[in-house]
Structure formats: structure tokens, C-alpha cells
């Protein structure tokens, strides 16, 4: 669920995505996010029973997804296992009491509390995935919590999740790096120099002797051919004053982690 009453640099086009509406809410997901996104999560803590207890984690009833009857190879049991509090695993969602408090039988609430991550991608699957629990998810956001940076030599460092799966989570947009940009925009820079933009920290020039980022202001010349009028001076306006530095560090302030470039 996407909330839209989200601060100012909130990403455009998600204040129409709020709502109950879930259909076609896996391929809209495709577009809502791209990496770099900074989000907030939340989940209302809703009251299930806890199943096993060990070292390292708990066993929950799990309160909204349903078993996949048609998964004829993965067989749901119903149940999820968090890791408990002092685990290494990173888990968004928590119990309440803590997982330590908790013993086979107890009946507590499981949710996520208001959690700030900065997406790292988006993966697609098309036919949907099939998990053993329903809805079958169309895509996943793989995410960072607040002041986590991306290593590349770490395998599964991020968190995976479907924004558009039977948990209501709330997704608030906090904010997106060149949201007047899309990905394989051409600009040219105030220098006279090209650019390709592919996200906010990968960009390309067509010229490799230039600096790593782009002088602004800057001029759209291609997306998805010839832009519209409007979109080249949505373009002009939003760097009319600030820079590229100013950019990264509104992310950096909002994530408190640093970005991974393709330079390094």
C-alpha cells in the first residue's frame, strides 16, 4: 500500500497510487520503484500465535498470506520464522513482546515498526514466482536499512519483499535522486558535455575524458525519442540551481549510507 501523503520530494506519480485497489499492483510495481528509492515502511502489528521457539529464531503463525493450493512443489506450513532480536539476520518485521520474551503457545503481535530503507533493485518475475503463499508476488524490492551501504563483495546483503503481497505494508516515498529524470534519458550538461542516464549514481557520458557526474543545469534530448516540450523544461527547471553534489548528499542525509558507482 502506498501512502500518499508523503513529504514533498516524495517520488512522482505514486500520490496516485495510494489506496485499497491492488490490481494490476505487482506490474505497476515495475515502475513505481527503481533503485536508489528511499522509503518508509510500516506495518500495523496484528495479533497472531507463536509456534516454535529456538536460539536463533521464531515461529509465528503468519496473519495474511494464504497457502498457494496449485504449488505443487513448495508446501507453505502457514507459518513464518523471524530471527530473534540479537540475530545477525536483518528482518523487518518484529514481534511485540520481543522474540526473547516469547515461548511456544504465547500469543503476541507481529508488524514493522516505521523502518527507513533506500532500495538496491528491482527484480521481475514474469510468470509470477511461485513461493508456496499467495498472492504470488511479480516482483521484489530488494532493500537497505538506513545506514547500510551496498557491498558488492556481500551476497545477500539486502532484504527482499513484495510491495504489492498480502501484508499491508505501508510504503511511504521519502525520496528519489533525479525523479525529473528516467532511465535512459540523454542530456547534455553545462559544459556542452553527453550524458546517459541510467540511474541516479550510473551515469555515462558519451565523451569517458569526462568527470564522473554531470555539470547542471542540464538539457533533455532524448527520451524514448524527442521529448515533449514539458518534459524538457521539467528537466531545465529542476536544475536551474543545485548540482549533482547537492543530489547525492539529500540522499546521503536521508539514507546515511554512501552509494555504490560504477567508478568504484
Known amino acids: 500500500m502506498i501512502d500518499p501523503n508523503s513529504e514533498e520530494d516524495a517520488v512522482d506519480g505514486q500520490k496516485e497510487a495510494s489506496g485499497a485497489d491492488r490490481q494490476g499492483a505487482d506490474d505497476a510495481a515495475a515502475v513505481r520503484f527503481r533503485p536508489y528509492d528511499v522509503l518508509e515502511l510500516a506495518c500495523a502489528f496484528t495479533e497472531t500465535t507463536v509456534t516454535d521457539v529456538s536460539r536463533s529464531c521464531i515461529s509465528v503463525r503468519w496473519p495474511w498470506s494464504a497457502v498457494d493450493p496449485q504449488a505443487e512443489n513448495i508446501r507453505w506450513n502457514g507459518q513464518r520464522a523471524l530471527p530473534v532480536h540479537e540475530a545477525d539476520d536483518w528482518e523487518i518485521f518484529r514481534t511485540e513482546p520481543v522474540e526473547a520474551a516469547l515461548k511456544p503457545g504465547d500469543t503476541c503481535q507481529v508488524g514493522i515498526p516505521p523502518t527507513v530503507v533506500h532500495v538496491l533493485a528491482v527484480h521481475h518475475f514474469d510468470p509470477p514466482s511461485v513461493t508456496g503463499m499467495l498472492p504470488r508476488p511479480a516482483s521484489y524490492l530488494e532493500v537497505l536499512r538506513q545506514g547500510e551501504t551496498h557491498d558488492p563483495e556481500l551476497e545477500d ?108
Open 157 to 264: 546483503q539486502g532484504y527482499a519483499f513484495d510491495p504489492a503481497g498480502g501484508e499491508p505494508i505501508r510504503i511511504v516515498p521519502l525520496f528519489r535522486p533525479y525523479a525529473f529524470l528516467e532511465p535512459g534519458d540523454e542530456v547534455t550538461d553545462r559544459d556542452g558535455r553527453l550524458w546517459r542516464f541510467d540511474a541516479a549514481w550510473d551515469w555515462h557520458p558519451f565523451d569517458e575524458a569526462q568527470p564522473s557526474a554531470p555539470a547542471w543545469p542540464l538539457a533533455l534530448l532524448f527520451r524514448k525519442g524527442e521529448p515533449t516540450p514539458e518534459e524538457a523544461a521539467a528537466v531545465a527547471r529542476a536544475t536551474a540551481v543545485g548540482s549533482h553534489a547537492e543530489e547525492l548528499e539529500r540522499w546521503t542525509e536521508r539514507t546515511l549510507a554512501r552509494p555504490v558507482t560504477r567508478q568504484q
